[in-house]
């Protein structure tokens, strides 16, 4: 199977100054959701955080909801490109299953820290169907590596969908759940599907 390529392109060249405006915006509300949460965040907050007039803001985001999603794109391009060239285990150099293990957790926790983000971002379907669409095929490309055999997408697709940030908010949030738990919950669910045929033991009823 090829290598599995990065969700989002490269942006269209930008002048320096209009370049230079974008990263500001986007270093000023990353500090803006650190400080005092997503919720509190505005167009004015941002606009005054950044020395910029609000017409800019809107300018650059149409909207509050354009923002957000702005926040999570950018959040989940450093992410893949730590997934694709960053250090190990996460990145390329470990052993596939440590790669696997270490990407479960950190998708976990990335979604969990940015699940009010993804929600504010209003209409996330289109981050949502090509984040999930990147994680599926990093798994596949993973389990493959680690010579599983059957259906190789079904299989990521089962082994992903713990991962995503509505299954998470149920059991932390609702039930309540240790992060610990879930992650050792997900290590022994890839270890189940990447054993070889007849080696765990099955009681057949």
């Not at 955080?49 to 450093?78: D, Y």
């Not at 992060?179 to 007849?198: E, F, H, Q």
Request: glycine share 10%; aromatic share 4%.
């Amino acid at each position: 199977m090829s290598k599995p390529l990065p969700l989002l392109t490269s942006p269209p060249t930008e002048r320096r100054d209009a370049a230079r405006n974008r990263e500001a915006l986007m270093t000023a509300a990353a500090a803006l959701v650190e400080e005092i949460g997503v919720r509190g965040v505005t167009m004015d907050a941002l606009a005054c955080r950044a020395g910029v007039g609000k017409g800019t803001v809107f300018r650059r985001f149409g909207s509050r909801e354009g923002l957000m999603g702005a926040l999570l794109n950018h959040s989940e391009t450093e992410w893949q490109a730590a997934v694709m060239a960053g250090p190990p285990p996460l990145g390329p150099g470990a052993p596939p299953m440590e790669r696997l293990l270490a990407f479960g957790e950190s998708r976990m926790l990335l979604n969990l820290r940015h699940a009010e983000l993804i929600e504010a971002a209003g209409n996330p379907g289109a981050r949502s169907v090509g984040a999930l669409s990147f994680t599926t095929m990093h798994v596949r490309y993973l389990l493959d590596q680690l010579g599983v055999e059957g259906d190789l997408a079904y299989l990521a697709t089962a082994l992903v969908a713990p991962l995503e940030s509505i299954v998470l908010r149920e059991q932390v949030d609702r039930a309540h759940l240790p992060m610990g738990r879930l992650v050792a919950g997900w290590s022994d669910l890839v270890r189940r599907v990447t054993a070889p045929a007849g080696s765990l033991d099955v009681v057949a009823h």
